[in-house]
């Protein structure tokens, strides 16, 4: 389990306006992170309150947040500006590219007429391959790299 934050005290924020963002935590070191809207959730505690796959916001090149609810603040009894000990690791993401994505992906980068020259073995094993592949970064790099070979391929 890879932790993005360990028992750290962070402040719990408030900004009026911010809609369900209204109430929030910033946590430390995570601009990094890739993923959308959706597709990063965080399990663990704040204030010993357990914390079941939240969404984490993403804000382009700044340290990612959580929302913050009123249940949330009821059951830890505190309200912005407080301090809170936090507990947060990254959920797996359980989100699979699909086949019609890679495809799609492959006709967008103009290389789909090459891929379907290829045996039918050998397309079923470039899609697997991508679609197992569990980090989105390396997924991308392999896709990219298939482009590149593919467009290579019709010259």
């Not at 005290?9 to 959308?36: C, D, F, M, R, S």
């Not at 704040?46 to 059951?75: E, H, P, V």
């Not at 959920?91 to 006709?107: C, D, G, N, P, V």
């Not at 891929?115 to 592949?133: D, R, V």
Request: glycine share 6%; with cysteine.
């Amino acid at each position: 389990m890879e932790y993005l934050v360990k028992d750290q005290i962070l402040e719990l924020k408030y900004e009026p306006g911010k809609g369900a963002w209204t109430y929030h935590i910033q946590i430390p070191n995570t601009k990094h992170i890739v993923g959308k809207w959706g597709s990063l959730k965080v399990s663990g505690t704040i204030d010993n309150y357990k914390i079941d796959s939240i969404n984490l916001f993403t804000i382009s090149g700044q340290d990612k947040l959580i929302s913050i609810n009123g249940k949330i603040r009821k059951a830890i009894n505190k309200s912005g500006g407080d301090k809170v000990t936090v507990t947060l690791y990254l959920l797996a993401s359980r989100e699979q590219i699909t086949e019609k994505e890679i495809l799609e992906t492959f006709k967008d980068s103009e290389v789909l007429q090459a891929f379907k020259k290829l045996p039918a073995q050998e397309q079923k094993e470039i899609i697997g391959k991508i679609a197992s592949t569990k980090s989105e970064e390396k997924r991308i790099k392999m896709i990219l790299k298939c482009i590149d070979q593919l467009s290579n391929s019709n010259h």
